[in-house]
């Protein structure tokens, strides 16, 4: 991400299991697909050297963004709910 556009750049995290997608202060995204697309998030890997991140253009917004898949669970992770526990559960 060098920044060769003069966007704005943020890093978001998805984590897979609840498919949540948040911002760098672990707010979640409601609406990820206006936000990166609805096959940003699938596309991890691709043009990156690591394979669980990818970067998003956005041009309607003049945003960047560096999305970085979390296998572990936002549920448990961020707001530490265990798996028994009443949790979110974000499947768009």
Do not use: C, W
Request: proline share 3%; no cysteine; glycine share 10%.
């Amino acid at each position: 991400m060098e920044n060769e556009s003069g966007y704005s750049q943020a890093t978001l995290t998805y984590y897979t299991v609840e498919k949540v997608l948040t911002d760098a202060r672990d707010n979640v995204i409601e609406d990820k697909f206006a936000l990166v697309g609805g096959g940003g998030v699938s596309m991890f890997g691709e043009q990156s050297s690591d394979p669980n991140t990818v970067h998003i253009r956005n041009p309607k917004l003049h945003m960047e963004f560096e999305v970085v898949r979390h296998d572990g669970s936002f549920n448990q992770i961020v707001q530490g709910i265990g798996p028994n526990e009443r949790s979110i559960d974000r499947n768009n």
